[in-house]
């Protein structure tokens, strides 16, 4: 039953994939039914596929030679994050048929989604590293082809390379770890790295496993690879939502998890993760604190959340570390949504532009409300009990310094989530926007996702169960939702982090009472102005890093074209001093 | 090395290659150009007999220069039958001038 | 079976050649009376399929277990994995661009000449591929050399087809020059070109004469890879990339400059010790990879770009032989013989949609405009199949799944790695920054074709021919196949990795 359910998860939206480019664009009708038919089809499979979770290979087939076998296993970590890629994929279908009304070309936004659906389905269930990269690439194949969606605007088309060719670098990473390791074990198994890692020499061992961390940092867009995400943003909003913010961001947090066992005694690899984890938190944070774009603000956001994460991974919680994923996936593609709505009904993105919106959007300022409350940390919201779990772990099993930086993130995101909310729903409107509200399967599929931002935390009990019983090799302590309710809640870190929260929403509300609102001449406005020019704009100097990177690269071709001078005796003038070269160095024995 | 025939022989394919060699990396004229790729060739026809010779394999050496022959011929005409046409269609010989594809 | 059989794998299109030419001038053919079947055509597409019947037979021999080989006096002709695999790659290729040309080059003067050429060369590659004899393979060489120099300079009336074809002749007749010094070296100290016999004994002879053994190692490297296109020696390729007849283009990137690198390997394995020269060839490698990559990110005309990005494929190949011979395995010899395959495809695809809309856009509307990248703009909303297709082949070229260019390099990761010497596993994270470098061009001609606002070329395109986009198609979906199903060549990949190791002894 897994396997066939296993199969059908990837099969089934690679089919409607296939349909939809099949039938063409000329009735979109059609496309939106197929669409929608598929990946809510595929979304309910994987809420059964949880039932039926388990260690054991679901299928499992040879495939060649040099691929190893085609293996799916549907444990824990795989099958939750299948569900969670799945339900929000569907939900962000429902979702595009309000959103993508009347776009030409729909055929192409819906067969790359459905493709990236059963794309990063098979990459959470593979229980082989081959396979695991050959997902993980197709998954970059449709993030590229959905940022760049909008290609006549050369800013989608930039900001879709920068996506692939970053990204791609970081996959370089997976591919040298998992040959490496092949190399040494012969077998592409995922279980059988977990089960063999002690065996591997310590030196390959660091190698596979620092490959690993760089992989997952550009697939997550952390530190030093998280500028590739805001740039991100100019793809449809439902494809932020659901490829940059749930699901393929999460990649890069899936692969430290699930390689965790294996790593975790590599020198220096888990204050490795720590780290990009806690630069990347606070990093973001900064950024998010400053940001106009209300999409960027968002996807700011995201790496931060995404950075709490990893560093739950680097302090020893994987399981801390996915609850706040599954949390994260709910309430962020909750925000990016609800943020799509208004930003198609208002037609920008600038927040400055905005303001006073809630009056004439009441159902859509309710749900990102409620997200921001998630994202913010604030109690009985799903973001608030996984992030305290999250500080829990890093005090009792992290560096104390860390665990400091990670507290004053908790304010950071209380701070910029509040001036978001503050700047697009509340205050006076600073400019005449024509305002309509969304429309059914917006509040649809916002409404489930808002849903499961107050409720997703009560699952606590049961995705630990069912990980604790399904991962053999990560020694993860069961703890039902009560017993995680109370140890949140005689924390010491969540009080803590509770009062810097009240104290990050304390200092907005300083800061929105004294004269002169925002955005004109205002103190702290000024304050963040220089702030964002001397450094956010460039993504703290890495933005920098990137274009002198390009610029090299430009510049060396731009010499090499030189050499081809298209005159016949410089061609063979090659020929001889090729000859030449070669001679010498057969004689003198290279 | 004492001068015997065959070591003169090897002198002439060197010097024949050489002069080849040099010629191709100054030449503009395309005619001399397959005039320069014919000596080049001729020194390679030499060498291949001078082979057979030395490899105790005369028989083989010369029937190899034979088609070397043929297949030289054959390299030749289309380079000239090219020459006339690049003639034609610019009006010279120099392949400095007829050159248009680069980088 | 009767051994002689396989030889009509090579004698049908070497025969038909002539025939082809004949039945055109003794104006069987006839321009001016439209909608006539047209023979010369008929008869190149029956020649093509034709040969498909004893390359058929002689794979089913060859599965069976038996040997192909055949002599004429002391000259023999062996088909071993590598012939079959070169073969194959001919065939199919062949097949389709006789097919694409069917329109293409209907309106041309001079079409006989054209197919003639074309059957002779494929008849000459696949020759090339069975000769076991130094001479002997330099003679198909040197005939494959000839075809191609004519189908370079088709269009003679137009002066960059002429230029490019006086560059590649001149180019590679030195390098043909250079191969002969070498068989002359070989000949003179070891009294034999035959390449069995030059094996016995594990090449004594080169041991024995071993800086006149490295010599013409040097020399055969540097004459074949003038038509394998080795960089510094590559510079004739973008030219004559560029300027011939689509179909040739695609037999030219897919076929002819992989036909020089086998031919080279075939040399080499007269000296055997590969310990001298392996680093040679991965050198060789590297350099091909990062200069057409680099080099291909600047192109604006496509056909150019293409032209470099095989520069860097064939780079690609190169590293796979050379860690096979360098460190023994059979993954990385594996994987290039199955790159060298799925380039075919892929390249072949490129080119022939490249060919398609360069047909579409300019050759309809009487221009011979090169066709620039530019104005691939709006491709998909007039030739949706052209889109496709040439985004599948560039994507594959890229290395992004589910095509096949990723199951092909993956293979010669694999092998690269499974070696555990630094020094090659720091070259095949080289070659996969490559990779990633190479979708820096590839990416954003896809994005380009998917515009919504096409180039003005695109608007004033005429419509296009079924028999052009038939070999699009059909190129489309093995692409993808193989893609899914990497183990679909196994059966002709491995055996040809291992001959290529058996030619160098391990």
């Not at chain 1, 990649?251 to 806690?278: C, D, E, I, K, S």
């Not at chain 3, 990879?289 to 494929?313: E, P």
């Not at chain 3, 199949?385 to 594959?396: K, N, Y």
Request: hydrophobic residues 55%.
């Amino acid at each position: 039953m897994a396997g066939t359910l296993s199969v059908l998860l990837i099969g089934l939206p690679w089919l409607g994939a296939l349909l939809v480019w099949l039938s063409g664009d000329a009735r979109p009708k059609i496309l939106h039914i197929l669409a929608v038919g598929t990946s809510v089809s595929a979304g309910l499979l994987s809420l059964i596929l949880l039932a039926f979770a388990g260690s054991q290979p679901a299928v499992n087939f040879k495939f060649g030679g040099w691929f190893g076998d085609f293996t799916l296993v549907a444990d824990g970590l795989g099958a939750t994050l299948a569900a969670v890629a799945c339900v929000v994929g569907s939900l962000a279908v429902i979702y595009s048929v309000d959103y993508m009304q009347g776009e030409a070309q729909l055929r192409r936004y819906y067969a790359f989604i459905l493709l990236f659906i059963g794309a990063m389905t098979g990459l959470v269930l593979s229980g082989n590293l081959f396979f695991t990269f050959f997902f993980w690439e197709i998954t970059a194949l449709c993030s590229y082809a959905l940022i760049s969606y909008y290609n006549d605007d050369p800013k989608a088309v930039s900001g879709g390379m920068k996506a692939l060719i970053i990204t791609q670098v970081g996959g370089v990473g997976l591919l040298a770890g998992a040959l490496a390791a092949f190399s040494n074990l012969g077998s592409f198994q995922i279980a059988d790295l977990l089960k063999g890692a002690t065996s591997i020499p310590a030196g390959l061992l660091a190698f596979i496993a620092y490959g690993f961390l760089l992989a997952a940092a550009a697939k997550s867009a952390q530190f030093p690879f998280h500028t590739w995400l805001p740039d991100a943003m100019e793809a449809p909003t439902p494809v932020s939502a659901l490829i940059h913010a749930a699901t393929m961001v999460n990649a890069g947090v899936y692969l430290l998890a699930r390689f965790y066992p294996a790593f975790a005694q590599v020198p220096g690899w888990t204050l490795a993760v720590t780290l990009v984890g806690m630069l990347s938190a606070l990093t973001a944070g900064l950024m998010a604190l400053t940001a106009t774009d209300l999409k960027r603000a968002l996807a700011y956001s995201t790496v931060s959340q995404l950075g709490y994460m990893v560093y739950a991974i680097g302090v020893g919680g994987v399981f801390a570390s996915q609850f706040h994923l599954l949390n994260h996936a709910v309430f962020k593609a909750l925000l990016f949504l609800s943020a799509g709505a208004v930003i198609h009904s208002v037609g920008t993105r600038d927040m400055r532009k905005m303001g006073g919106l809630g009056s004439k959007m009441p159902f859509i300022r309710n749900v990102f409300i409620i997200g921001a409350l998630a994202l913010a940390g604030v109690p009985i919201f799903n973001g608030f009990w996984s992030k305290e779990f999250i500080l829990e772990a890093g005090l009792k099993q992290g560096p104390v310094w860390a665990f400091g930086f990670m507290l004053f993130g908790a304010g950071l995101t209380a701070f910029y989530t509040i001036r978001m909310t503050w700047l697009v729903f509340y205050g006076q409107p600073r400019e005449q926007l024509h305002v309509h509200d969304s429309g059914l399967a917006m509040k649809i599929s916002t409404g489930l996702l808002a849903t499961g931002a107050l409720t997703t935390w009560l699952l606590a009990g049961p995705l630990s169960g069912l990980m604790s019983g399904s991962l053999p090799y990560h020694a993860i302590e069961p703890i039902s939702t009560i017993n995680l309710v109370m140890d949140v809640l005689t924390g010491a870190g969540t009080w803590l982090a509770l009062i810097i929260l009240l104290v990050g929403a304390g200092l907005w509300v300083v800061v929105q009472r004294s004269p002169n609102p925002i955005p004109q001449a205002h103190w702290f406005t000024e304050l963040m102005g220089t702030f964002h020019e001397e450094l956010v704009s460039s993504s703290f100097g890495f933005e920098w890093l990137n274009q002198q990177v390009v610029a090299a690269v430009k510049k060396s071709a731009a010499v090499l074209q030189k050499t081809q001078t298209g005159e016949l005796n410089w061609n063979i003038l090659g020929i001889i001093i090729a000859l030449l070269a070669v001679l010498v160095m057969l004689f003198w024995g290279v | 090395m004492n001068i015997s025939p065959l070591n003169v022989v090897l002198l002439v394919i060197i010097g024949l290659l050489a002069v080849g060699i040099y010629g191709l990396l100054i030449t503009r004229n395309l005619i001399k150009i397959v005039l320069v790729l014919q000596i080049l060739v001729k020194s390679a026809m030499l060498a291949l007999v001078l082979a057979g010779k030395v490899g105790n394999n005369l028989g083989l050496g010369q029937s190899l220069a034979a088609t070397v022959i043929v297949a030289d011929t054959v390299v030749a005409v289309v380079g000239l039958a090219l020459a006339v046409q690049v003639r034609r269609r610019f009006g010279t010989l120099d392949v400095a001038d007829i050159s248009t594809l680069r980088g | 079976m009767d051994a002689i059989r396989f030889t009509w794998m090579f004698a049908i299109p070497l025969l038909s050649s002539p025939a082809i030419y004949l039945a055109g001038r003794l104006g069987i053919h006839n321009p001016n009376q439209k909608g006539r079947p047209n023979l010369v055509r008929i008869l190149a597409l029956l020649a093509v399929i034709a040969t498909w019947v004893p390359y058929i037979a002689a794979v089913r021999t060859f599965l069976s277990g038996e040997r192909l080989e055949f002599a004429v006096e002391s000259i023999w002709l062996r088909a071993d994995a590598i012939s079959l695999l070169l073969a194959l790659m001919v065939l199919s290729l062949g097949t389709l661009v006789v097919i694409f040309s069917w329109s293409y080059m209907a309106d041309e003067v001079g079409e006989e000449k054209f197919y003639a050429m074309l059957l002779a060369m494929m008849g000459l590659m696949i020759g090339l591929g069975c000769a076991s004899d130094l001479f002997n393979l330099w003679v198909w060489f040197e005939g494959m050399a000839v075809s191609s120099y004519l189908l370079v300079a088709f269009y003679r009336e137009q002066p960059a087809s002429l230029e490019a074809g006086v560059k590649y002749l001149v180019q590679s007749a030195t390098g043909s020059v250079l191969v002969l010094m070498g068989i002359a070296l070989v000949l003179a100290n070891s009294g034999s070109l035959d390449l069995a016999a030059l094996h016995q004994n594990g090449a004594r002879w080169a041991s024995d004469h071993r800086l006149v053994s490295l010599a013409a190692a040097g020399l055969f490297i540097i004459g074949f890879g003038v038509k394998a296109a080795l960089v510094p020696l590559h510079t004739w390729l973008p030219d004559a990339h560029s300027q011939a007849p689509s179909g040739i283009r695609a037999m030219l990137s897919g076929v002819v400059i992989e036909a020089g690198l086998i031919a080279m390997l075939r040399a080499l394995s007269a000296i055997m010790h590969p310990l001298d020269w392996r680093i040679i060839l991965l050198s060789f490698g590297a350099l091909n990879m990062v200069f057409g990559n680099l080099v291909a990110l600047r192109q604006t005309i496509l056909k150019r770009m293409l032209a470099y990005s095989s520069l860097s494929h064939i780079g690609y190949i190169l590293l796979g032989i050379g860690v096979s011979l360098f460190a023994g395995g059979e993954a990385a010899a594996q994987g290039a013989m199955f790159h060298l395959f799925t380039h075919m495809l892929m390249k072949g695809l490129a080119f022939l949609a490249a060919g398609a809309l360069i047909y579409a856009l300019y050759l309809q509307n009487g221009s011979h405009h090169a066709l620039l990248v530019s104005d691939l703009a709006g491709t998909a909303q007039k030739y949706p199949m052209v889109a496709l297709s040439l985004s599948i082949a560039v994507l594959g070229l890229g290395g992004l799944p589910p095509l096949a260019g990723f199951m092909s390099k993956w293979q010669i990761f694999v092998g690269g790695f499974s070696t555990q010497n630094g020094w090659i596993i720091a070259l095949m994270v080289f070659m996969a920054l490559n990779s990633v470098l190479s979708l820096g061009y590839y990416a954003p001609l896809v994005n380009l074709m998917y515009r919504k606002t096409p180039s003005d070329a695109i608007l004033a395109g005429k419509p296009l021919p079924s028999t052009i986009t038939l070999p699009l198609i059909f190129l489309a979906m093995a692409v993808v196949v193989l893609g899914l199903a990497p183990g679909l060549m196994d059966w002709l990949t491995a055996p040809a990795a291992k001959a290529l190791l058996g030619l160098f002894g391990n």
